[in-house]
C-alpha cells in the first residue's frame, strides 16, 4: 500500500489528462438515501458545488458512482450478506455524480488527485469499459489479487473478457464486475408473424443471421411501412466491438477502424433507403418505437437493455401509473431475441479498490460477495434479470429450466452464454474510446440525412476530437 501511495499523485495526472470524456448510455443521477441503516448520501450534479467529506476515514466507506444501480445491487444483495464485524463502526458515503457533460469523471479525478491530503478517503470507484483504461493503466485502482486479496479460485467463473477490461498492460487484474453485458437482437413477434410467418427464435434467427441478409429482411419490413431499427445509432456496438484495433494507438494516432467504415456504409444505405425511422439513441422517437405498435421490428440490447430500457418503455402503462409487469400490459411477453448477425457486447460497470482506501478488507468483502458468491449471482439474475458475471450460477439457472416473461417463456441465458464466451477485447480498448465513440457518431448524422458529404462529416469529427482530445493526432483519420 504504501508503494501505491507514493506512485499515486503521479498516475492521478494522467487520469486527469482524459478527463474530457461523456459517459455512454447511462445519464442517470441518483438522488434518494441509502436504506440501509448504516449509509449517507452525498449527490451531486452538473453546476454543483462538491460537497465536501470530512471526519475520520476508517468510519466512513465512500463510493463514487454515477446512479443507483450498483447501488440498488449493493442494499439488495450485499447487505444482508456482508461481513458484520468488518462494519462495525463503519457508514457508507455514496458520492453520486451524473455522468452528463462528462461530469463524474471530472469529479472522481478531482477528488482522486487530492486524496494523499483528504481526511476522507475513497474506498471503491466505479467506471465503464469505455473509459476504463484511464484508470486501469494507472495505481489508481487497487490489484485485485495481491493488495486486495482475491485469488485465482475466487475469480475462476467469471467471464474473460470482464477481466481483460480491467487487466493493465502489465497483466494486473485492477477491477470486477457483478455483470456481464454480452448483447443480442430484441425483436417484435407481431410484426415477425406479420412479415415473415414466424416470431420462433429458431426461425427469425435465420433471418438476421449475418448483415446481408439482415439487411434483406429490412428490405421486406420496409415494404410493409416497418423499420427493420430504429435510427443512427442502433447496430453502432455490433460493430465498434467487434474492430480489429482501437481507436487510438499507443503513439497517439486516431484511426478509422474497418468496422467503424462499415457503420457508416450501413446506415447510410438504410437511412436513405427508408430501413430505420432517423432516431437518435434515447430521444423521444427512438422511445416510441419500443412500443408493440412502434413501428420498428427490432432493437440491439446487451443483458441491461432488456430490464432497464426496453421493458419499461414497451409497457402501455407504467409502473408509475399503477401498471404491472406482466401480460397484457403493452408489449410485456410480445418480444424475443435471437442472437443477430453480429456477436458483441455493451456496457458493464466494474468496481475498483482505489489506492487511498484505509478499508481495503470491506472491499474485498463486497467483491466477492458482489462478483465471486454463485448463491448471490443467482438470485440478481432471478429477481432483477441482470446477467450475472458467474458461470456456474448462470449454468444453474440454465440447467433449472429458467424462463424470462417478459421474453415470452424464453430462455435468453443460454442466448447470452455463448455470446459471453465469444467476446473478445484483446488490442481493442483505448482509454478514449468513449470520446471517440459518441464525437463519431454525433458528426455522421449529418452525413446520414444528406446535409453534409462524408469528408465533410470526418472534418467536424477531426474537429469536435480534438476539443476533447487535445494530445491527439488527428492526421491519421481517413
Request: proline share 1%; hydrophobic share 30%.
Amino acid at each position: 500500500m504504501n508503494k501505491v501511495k507514493r506512485l499515486f499523485a503521479g498516475a492521478l495526472a494522467l487520469c486527469m489528462a482524459g478527463s474530457m470524456m461523456t459517459a455512454c448510455g447511462d445519464s442517470d443521477e441518483d438522488t434518494s438515501s441509502a436504506s440501509t441503516g448504516s449509509s449517507s448520501d452525498s449527490t451531486e450534479s452538473a453546476g454543483e458545488d462538491v460537497t465536501s467529506i470530512s471526519g475520520d476515514s476508517t468510519a466512513k466507506y465512500v463510493i463514487y458512482c454515477w446512479n443507483d444501480e450498483f447501488k440498488s445491487r449493493f442494499e439488495d444483495y450485499y447487505w444482508d450478506n456482508r461481513d458484520e464485524d468488518l462494519w462495525d463502526g463503519v457508514e457508507v458515503e455514496w458520492v453520486t455524480n451524473t455522468n452528463d457533460d462528462n461530469y463524474y469523471q471530472t469529479k472522481l479525478d478531482e477528488a482522486l488527485s487530492t486524496q494523499a491530503d483528504d481526511e476522507m478517503k475513497i474506498d471503491m470507484f466505479l467506471v465503464e469499459a469505455d473509459y476504463a483504461l484511464k484508470y486501469v493503466n494507472t495505481d489508481a485502482a487497487l490489484d485485485v489479487k495481491n493488495d486486495i486479496g482475491l485469488t485465482d479460485d475466487d475469480l475462476a467463473n467469471q467471464y474473460t473478457y470482464t477481466q481483460d477490461v480491467m487487466t493493465d498492460s502489465s497483466g494486473v487484474l485492477r477491477g470486477v464486475s457483478w455483470q456481464a453485458t454480452p448483447g443480442l437482437f430484441l425483436y417484435n413477434t407481431e410484426y415477425a408473424e406479420q412479415v415473415l410467418g414466424t416470431s420462433d427464435p429458431d426461425e427469425v434467427q435465420e433471418y438476421v443471421k449475418d448483415w446481408d441478409t439482415f439487411t434483406e429482411t429490412a428490405a421486406l419490413f420496409a415494404e410493409q411501412g416497418i423499420a427493420m431499427v430504429s435510427g443512427f445509432d442502433d447496430t453502432y456496438r455490433c460493430f465498434s466491438n467487434n474492430v480489429s484495433s482501437p481507436w487510438v494507438d499507443d503513439d497517439g494516432n486516431i484511426t478509422i477502424d474497418p468496422q467503424i467504415s462499415a457503420w457508416v456504409e450501413q446506415t447510410k444505405t438504410y437511412t436513405d433507403a427508408g430501413y430505420n425511422n432517423q432516431t437518435s439513441l434515447w430521444d423521444d422517437a427512438w422511445v416510441a418505437g419500443q412500443k408493440i405498435d412502434g413501428g420498428v421490428f427490432g432493437y440491439f440490447f446487451s443483458t441491461w437493455g432488456i430490464p432497464f430500457t426496453l421493458l419499461p418503455n414497451t409497457l402501455e402503462t407504467s409502473t408509475d401509473d399503477g401498471g404491472e409487469e406482466a401480460v397484457g400490459n403493452g408489449g410485456y411477453g410480445l418480444w424475443k431475441a435471437c442472437t443477430g448477425p453480429q456477436e458483441y457486447f455493451w456496457g458493464g460497470t466494474w468496481l475498483c479498490g482505489c489506492a487511498t482506501s484505509d478499508n481495503v478488507e470491506i472491499t474485498k468483502d463486497i467483491m466477492y460477495k458482489m462478483t465471486c458468491d454463485t448463491e448471490i449471482m443467482k438470485q440478481i439474475t432471478t429477481v432483477e434479470q441482470d446477467y450475472t458475471n458467474n458461470k456456474e450460477a448462470i449454468q444453474e439457472l440454465i440447467d433449472d429450466g429458467y424462463t424470462n416473461d417478459f421474453l415470452g417463456g424464453q430462455d435468453h441465458l443460454s442466448l447470452l452464454t455463448e455470446a459471453a464466451e465469444n467476446v473478445d477485447l484483446s488490442n481493442k480498448l483505448s482509454a478514449y474510446d468513449q470520446g471517440c465513440n459518441e464525437q463519431f457518431q454525433s458528426a455522421m448524422k449529418d452525413y446520414f440525412l444528406g446535409n453534409s458529404t462524408y469528408e465533410e462529416a470526418i472534418e467536424t469529427f477531426k474537429t469536435n476530437i480534438s476539443s476533447v482530445y487535445s494530445t491527439l493526432n488527428t492526421d491519421t483519420i481517413e
